[in-house]
T-cell receptor
Framework: AQTVTQSQPEMSVQEAETVTLSCTYD???????LFWYKQPPSRQMILVIR??????QNATENRFSVNFQKAAKSFSLKISDSQLGDAAMYFC?????????????FGKGTKLSVKP | SAVISQKPSRDICQRGTSLTIQCQVD?????MFWYRQQPGQSLTLIAT?????????ESGFVIDKFPISRPNLTFSTLTVSNMSPEDSSIYLC????????????FGQGTRLTVV
């Protein structure tokens, strides 16, 4: 069975600085998706960034980028120029490619605090 | 993308009662999913709701406790039956929009407190 592990329950960053959130996963599949979701206090889960496993290039979305290491099964999220609005729970998630793609497997989450 | 309306947003219920949570999507989707997020925890899939067939439940979740309806391609309900304090959680529905490549869209969640 696939698993997703986030080893940092909490992280803190100074406003305008850079922070990296870690995620490792385990799967026997070769094709899959990886995601980072953000959950602010409003509870709305928001997709931050998505990576297809077959793509070697790391995904980037404005201030958010990932370091995808397929062989190491590692998928970290880097937030540059951190803003107060980035404070939230961040969940790393995995989905098989094909089949029930909406069936996401989530990590336990990392609570990010941003200090002014 | 998809816009999902979930209600109620929160409720406080007496133990032994039932609560039905509604999830409305602004477009037709094949698959809808119900998750539970216990306090301070991650999301756990309860069941997958397909239109025209019975929901598929994950290990640890049963239909008698969490009956699900999916009458059409834009709507689903989850009922939490015979509630106990252990059912206090956030319940979220999500949908899959294939055209966007496996991205799941989520409702705002329902915060349930059982007293």
């Amino acid at each position: 069975a696939q698993t997703v592990t986030q080893s940092q329950p909490e992280m803190s960053v100074q406003e305008a600085e850079t922070v990296t959130l870690s995620c490792t996963y385990d799967t026997s599949e070769s094709d899959y998706y990886l995601f980072w979701y953000k959950q602010p206090p409003s509870r709305q889960m928001i997709l931050v960034i998505r990576q297809e496993a077959y793509k070697q290039q790391n995904a980037t979305e404005n201030r958010f980028s990932v370091n995808f290491q397929k062989a190491a099964k590692s998928f970290s999220l880097k937030i540059s120029d951190s803003q107060l609005g980035d404070a939230a729970m961040y969940f790393c998630a995995y989905s098989d490619y094909g089949g029930s793609q909406g069936n996401l497997i989530f990590g336990k989450g990392t609570k990010l605090s941003v200090k002014p | 993308s998809a816009v999902i309306s979930q209600k109620p947003s929160r409720d406080i219920c007496q133990r032994g009662t039932s609560l039905t949570i509604q999830c409305q999507v602004d477009s037709q989707v094949t698959m809808m999913f119900w998750y539970r997020q216990q306090p301070g925890q991650s999301l756990t899939l309860i069941a997958t709701a397909n239109q025209g067939s019975e929901a598929t439940y994950e290990s640890g979740f049963v239909i008698d406790k969490f009956p699900i309806s999916r009458p059409n391609l834009t709507f689903s309900t989850l009922t939490v039956s015979n509630m106990s304090p252990e059912d206090s959680s956030i319940y979220l529905c999500s949908v899959e929009v294939l055209r966007t490549g496996a991205e799941a869209f989520f409702g705002q969640g329902t915060r349930l407190t059982v007293v």
